[in-house]
């Protein structure tokens, strides 16, 4: 592919709710630029977008890819998305680096939820955004009612600029408003025939063209003038101002088409070329620096990071620094990537996207530069994970591998994360719902050769006292040498909550010789770490030992550890022991139609509701401490109650004590 200069340069994300037909409009553009020789079938799993082998086994997008192409003298950079909720991580990554979004959207399910939240974090960022309805020729797909939904969804920006040809499995074409002229596609060719405007539709395109017009003119002064005073308006005209309306995020056009039939692509790539917004860049004559905004990790290449050039020229063989290491990165080979095939690229410019493989220590979020350069880049954000599994490996080879493997898992896959808890000596793999972990899960095995099991997720539970008590703790055994003795009187007191552990020593008169003190604290720390009365670690506690024993010959420092051990559990046992769970803080954003049935389930989950407010948009906050026991799959419960409109944060706030009905269920 030719080297293309930044003001040719077009950088587009698809996105959308699943299903919506991303991957195929992907398809549908790359075969009418002529960039591949035949349309591959989602169905068959032979995209150029979905080339991963979870993608074609499970027939929907899980990470985004670049597709370059050639319309028009313009290189348009495509970037397809998923639409699935658990992956919204590559859509922000590809929104941060696209300088247009068009939303797809299908003309038979209309606006659907994944739809409004990619809108809602468009918008924050300010990203140009336009609308392809898709699948016009189906079964029960209007037009009509899609953009009907679209304006009450988004508002009165949306603005029309084609009507469908006939519907469903009659439908053939486009009227163009801004023009007054027709195009019809016949015998599955990618392009349009140019003509009038069907006679049933005249009365029908002129309102929706006066109304399109009006709606265009009014941020322009003078257009607005001309249009008062019935002066004609050259389409041209209307285009430009229609691109600045875009490009300040105000006006939100609509095309239409069907992406299988080839209808109205080949006028989607035109739009986007002429009425797209071309990169908001720096320059060619600043100093070089990249953004890398994905990283693939391959088990026989290595590490390729996607970067889009945010200012200067790239050539091959450049040297650059890594802005968070400081370390240097050499480029010996830059690439463009149309799916998962590379093509040589000599030089990149400004706002264009690009590839490198096999460098030392950069990866997604990193940007790398001429050294000195001062740039800033705001990083997109990764929301937190919101689902945990345990994984174990299979085997001795699989552990061997296991924590390599994790690494270079959440080194491609940043919403990713890999903890080991220390109380539960559990290793947790935490992604954005089941689908993201059970696909990360196959990666391991597929691209790392990495083989694990799964279990519940262990909930750190915690033991104390209410009350006060003593006990003995002894130790007194003959065997024939030297004996083992040691008696330590130990008294355990409760301590307020969140307060941890406390040792104090209160023996007189060297009845326990100072060098066993050590050891009688020892015996009771470790105990509290490993198990009290139900085997959970014990917190919030005071121990004091103020009397005991020992032998002139048989003491020794193991004797005291194990009787300080004895006594503490005998005592603990005494003190009105009680069982302590963990409490999340959950902050739960829902539309208000739902609030009622999301607050009745964290009632029934055992929550104390501590306030609901508006947030805006028709959204309620509900903000509520719910023991972690209950929630540890809430973004399945969530998705389901509120048809996935519903989200949230958890955060550990605090331990409370189980209910004894419960204890039973959840002892050692």
Known sequence: MQTFPTAKIRNVALVGHGGSGKTTLAEALLFTAGAIPRMGRVEDGATVCDFDPEEARRRLSVSLSVAPFEFDGHKINLIDTPGYADFVTDVAAALRVADLAVFVVSAVEGVEVQTEVTWRMAEAIGIPRIIFVNKLDRERASFERTLDQLKTAFGAGVAPLELPIGAEAEYRGVVDLLSDTAETYANGSPRGLEGAVPDDMAAVEHSVHDALVEGIVVADDDLMERYLADDPIDPSELGHALA???????????????????????????????????????????????????TIVDPYVGRVNLFKVLQGALMADATLVNGRTMHDERLHQITTMRGNVQEPATELHAGDIGAVAKLADT??????????????????????????VAIQPKSKTDDDKLATALHRLVDEDPSLHVVRNAETHQTLLAGMGETHVSISIEKLARKFGVEVDTEAVKVPYRETILGTAEAEGKIKKQTGGHGQFAIAWLRVEPLERG???EFVDRIVGGVIPRNYIPAVEKGVHETTEHGGVFGYPVVDVRVTVFDGKHHPVDSSEMAFKSAAAHGFKDAMEKAEPILLEPVSELVVTVPEAFQGDVMGDLNAKRGRIHGTSAVGNGEMEIVAAVPTSEILRYTIDLRSMTSGRGRFTATHSHYDPVPMHLVEHVRV
Do not use: M, N, W, Y
Not at 253 to 269: F, N
Not at 363 to 380: C, H, L, M, N, Q
């Open 244 to 294: 600045t309306g875009i490009d300040a995020g105000t006006v939100f056009p609509v095309l239409c088409g069907s992406a299988t039939k080839l209808i109205g692509i080949d006028r989607l790539a035109r739009f986007i070329v002429e009425e797209g917004p071309e990169p908001h860049v720096a320059g060619d004559d600043e100093q070089t620096a990249l953004f890398v905004f994905k």
């Open 363 to 388: 990866t997604t979020g990193d940007v790398i530069a001429v050294r000195g350069t001062d740039i800033a880049v705001a990083p997109f954000a990764i929301p937190e994970p919101l689902l945990s």
């Open 499 to 501: 307060a941890g552990f």
